[in-house]
């Protein structure tokens, strides 16, 4: 009975985590409305060229009925692309940290250092390789998302 | 109609930029628990292609407008054309003429320079079109005959068109086979001019050359003699004349001559010839100076 117990519970665990990351790729649009005001609003990028910023947008849904907890997303910054300073956010409370080697290691922005002895300085938006969002929790059914932009070189 | 403008943040420190046609792709990774158990997955990979940018900008060569005497012809204006685009594109050209000027000059055309920065009509290529690939540059050649009623000044230059995106406005773009191009030349980018001063006083150059033997072999000497000549009347100072020697040909050390004396510089590629101060008291077409040297056919 308690054998048989246990694998139902394994079972009922196995099926409830259902989080999902889909990312996505944004670019500014400025259009004019009726009355002849600009808007600008972020759409599907899809003219880029060098100098275009792109805001990646990684949206995260757990659609299983458990609570999802320690959600870490980690996003390579992406060949050719440079990351824009200060532009990481999350929709919901986060802790957000930084590699420049890779992912290997990851610090706050204030804190990255990059180089030996006198060549060592301050994190340059060009040397960041990956952004880290820690979040501490998802609710069954709820939906959050992270973002960052990054210019293409 | 609705107007559309993508927004475009021109770093100026990314002449050149990604190539258009590269794949752009960003791919997220994913670690949570739930309860003791824990979970990793990674997301799609969104890939983004990058377009071309075309965008290109002509720029005049003179810092001073160009001195220039009446009648004189096959004049030329140095232009500095850059495609500051990510991919190559092809460039046709038009004469431009300010027509507050006054006068206007008679058979213009566009040279390719050859590398060399001096204009030369056996030396450099009458274009239609230039090709150039990604942050490459060139120099162009304004050349016109400066005609008999020639007064003062005269603004001429040259209007660059993409020959593949000719087209297109700032802000347009049109769908290649898997990217797009953007135009991201302002009308500003796309045009320039210099001037033509028109002097009564002039430095006249006239370029000869004989052979050291019937026809032009390996091992052929060439005396180019060039004679210096001035057109009106007045003073002429600080006066330097250089000419670089022919591709294919070496300078012949210690035969640079000023008026059958030697003198002057050979700096590896060209010669230099100070003159000084000219003065022309009446109208002659006499030669004031005489500059020699030879060179040997490689």
């Given at each position: ?153 | ?53 075309i965008d290109m900008k002509i720029v005049c060569q003179e ?11 096959q004049?030329a204006m140095a232009f500095k054309l850059v495609n500051r685009?990510?991919?190559?594109d092809s460039y046709s050209f038009t004469p431009i003429f300010d ?6 000059v008679?058979n213009r055309m566009i040279y390719q320079d ?5 204009f030369?009509v056996?030396?450099d290529t009458l274009v239609d079109t230039v090709e150039l690939?990604?942050?490459e540059n060139t120099t162009l050649f304004f050349v016109s ?10 603004a001429n230059g040259v209007k660059v068109h993409s020959v593949i995106y000719k087209e ?17 030349a302002?009308d500003t980018a796309l045009s320039d001019m210099c ?104």
């Amino acid at each position: 009975m308690k054998k048989l117990i246990m694998t139902s519970a394994l079972f009922l665990t196995m099926a409830q985590a259902n989080v999902s990351i889909n990312t996505a790729s944004f670019q500014e649009q400025t259009t004019v409305n009726a009355s002849g005001e600009q808007v600008v609003e972020w759409v599907k990028a899809s003219k880029v060229i060098p100098g275009t910023i792109i805001r990646y947008v990684n949206s995260l849904e757990n659609s299983g009925s458990q609570l999802a907890t320690k959600l870490v997303v980690n996003n390579p910054i992406p060949k050719n692309m440079e990351y824009i300073l200060n532009s990481a956010t999350c929709q919901s409370a986060c802790n957000i940290s930084y590699s420049v080697d890779d992912g290997k290691t990851f610090k706050e922005a204030s804190n990255l250092f990059v180089g030996v002895g006198k060549a060592r300085h301050l994190a340059k938006a060009s040397e960041y390789t990956n952004i880290k969002w820690i979040l501490n929790s998802l609710e069954a059914t709820a939906q959050s998302a992270v973002a960052y932009k990054a210019r293409l070189k | 109609m609705r107007s559309i403008v993508y927004i475009f943040i021109l770093n100026l420190l990314y002449a050149q930029g990604v190539p258009a046609g590269t794949a752009i792709e960003n791919e997220a990774f994913l670690n949570y628990k739930v309860g003791t158990e824990k979970f990793s997955l990674q997301s799609n990979k969104i890939v983004d292609i990058v377009d071309q940018k075309i965008d290109m900008k002509i720029v005049c060569q003179e810092s001073n407008p160009v001195v220039v005497g009446v009648g004189e012809t096959q004049r030329a204006m140095a232009f500095k054309l850059v495609n500051r685009g990510n991919g190559k594109d092809s460039y046709s050209f038009t004469p431009i003429f300010d027509s507050s000027s006054d006068f206007e000059v008679e058979n213009r055309m566009i040279y390719q320079d050859n590398g060399d920065g001096f204009f030369s009509v056996i030396s450099d290529t009458l274009v239609d079109t230039v090709e150039l690939n990604a942050d490459e540059n060139t120099t162009l050649f304004f050349v016109s005959d400066i005609p008999s009623n020639a007064i003062d000044v005269s603004a001429n230059g040259v209007k660059v068109h993409s020959v593949i995106y000719k087209e297109l406005l700032y802000g347009e773009s049109k769908k290649l086979d898997t990217y797009y191009a953007l135009m991201a030349a302002k009308d500003t980018a796309l045009s320039d001019m210099c001037q033509y001063k028109v002097s009564n006083l002039a430095l006249k150059l006239e370029k000869s050359a004989t052979l050291s033997s019937d026809n032009l072999y390996k091992g052929s000497t060439i005396h180019y003699r060039l004679a210096v000549k001035v057109v009106g009347i007045g003073n002429l100072s600080n006066v330097i004349v250089e000419d670089s020697i022919p591709e294919g040909t070496a300078y012949v050390p210690n035969t640079l001559q000023l008026d059958g004396v030697n003198n002057g510089d050979f700096n590896g590629t060209a010669i230099s010839m100070n003159l000084g101060e000219i003065v022309q008291e009446r109208k002659s077409s006499d030669t004031k100076h005489l500059i020699s040297f030879d060179v040997i056919v490689n």
